[in-house]
């Protein structure tokens, strides 16, 4: 039960409290930039929910067998070829390295797999499909996935990797296509000159992010919720 | 050929104001907004940017040859990765305090699409002197533009400036600024007033 607790507490977290767009900012560009027509931004926001979940998948795998100190590949692998056994081995420097490869090459299945497919979707999306590379979104999953292995109170297995992931995913696909509805409505509006496109776009944002603070405190008050029905 | 390609200073200046990366060209969002709630942390990731940028414009212009179309993007980015390690253990190593405060802001300078951008529009075209300046010159353009806007929610919102107070303490703390939402509202409003202003300089320009 607990178990489901935490996963469910880091989903909440990751997609309404501290919401990867209106918390961390990360995702900004797509969600400044792209997010102009709900349908395009609700694609965008499938598509890096996708990619968000594959890439989490990879770098988990890699940074808890391979990268994290102590992991259990590269220590045998060290000893294997005979390596001081008194040293730890700890590959975390090339942990940067490895992320963005592996976001780069998720981007690159996505975008085969999404051609071969769904061509229409693949023509809508043009140049945006290859630019999810450069979407802070998923590179930061994998920096707090990465920090969740490395320690502290408690080491993350591939669920809470994929809850986290997903419930980014899911909390970018919200901010984005809420953004999305009121540009559409922007539109009609008699806005200033000088804060015609991006500078209207960055204080409706604010005002956005003010609502998901509304959020705080959520997550705690879900668990106890969930605690109580189950003894009861 | 003086137009077709401007000279070193020209590019320097370009990334100052007239290109400038933030108000501009609104590039590399997510550290502008996110650790601009005062002036230290801002001004430490400008300069981590800075040296990240320039390094990495250095190295792609000197392979600039050997690169291949369709990889290039890869080696820009690993390039930049590479780069970052080096900054990210240089913070941790000297400035540990400030490596925790900026968490997962500095290995994510890796996807700030400014330094993608420049290597793609600069560094991989350019010869070095020119990439060099077109570094240097972004990444002054990019420090004041965190300056700014860390100079705003730093007074406003706390009303101190690099952690001393400068506000008299009857000053009621826009407490929203430092939070999240006040870096959207910041940076908007800021926007508008540098938009507002060019848009009175060329109006003058074309009336004299």
Known sequence: ?232 | MASSSPSPAERFIAGILPENPIYRQLLGMCPTLAVTNSLKPALTMAIATTFVLLCANISISLIRPLLKPHLRILVFTLTIAAFVTIADRLLAAYLYEMSKQLGPYVPLIIVNCIIISRCEACASKQPLPHAIADAIGMGIGFTLALASLGFVRELLGMGSLFGHQVLPSSWPNWGILVLPPGAFLTLGALLGAVNAWTARRKAKQLSN
């Open chain 1, 1 to 232: 039960m607990d178990t489901i607790i935490s996963l469910f507490l880091i989903f909440i977290g990751a997609a309404l409290i501290n919401n990867f767009v209106l918390h961390y900012f990360v995702g900004i560009c797509p969600f400044i930039g792209v997010s102009r027509r709900v349908d395009m931004a609700f694609g965008m926001g499938c598509a890096v929910t996708f990619v968000i979940a594959i890439a989490a998948t990879l770098s988990w795998t890699l940074t808890f067998y391979i990268l994290r100190p102590d992991a259990p590949l590269s220590a045998w692998l060290w000893k294997a070829l005979g390596g001081n056994p008194d040293v730890s081995v700890d590959l975390s420097i090339l942990s940067y390295i490895a992320y963005i490869f592996v976001i780069a090459s998720s981007v690159q299945f996505v975008e085969m797999y999404v051609k071969k497919f769904f061509p229409a979707l693949h023509r809508s999306f043009g140049i945006f499909l290859p630019l999810i590379t450069t979407n802070c979104a998923i590179l930061f999953a994998c920096l707090e996935i990465m920090k969740n292995l490395q320690g502290g109170d408690q080491i993350w297995g591939l669920h809470h990797a994929l809850a986290l992931s997903v419930g980014g995913g899911i909390g970018f696909t919200i901010a984005i296509v809420i953004m999305a509805g009121l540009r559409e409505e922007l539109e009609l509006c008699d806005v200033p000159k000088a804060l015609k496109g991006p500078g209207i776009a960055l204080l409706v944002a604010g005002i956005l992010a003010m609502a998901f603070m509304g959020f705080t405190g959520v997550d705690r008050g879900v668990a106890d919720a969930i605690r109580t029905l189950t003894h009861n």
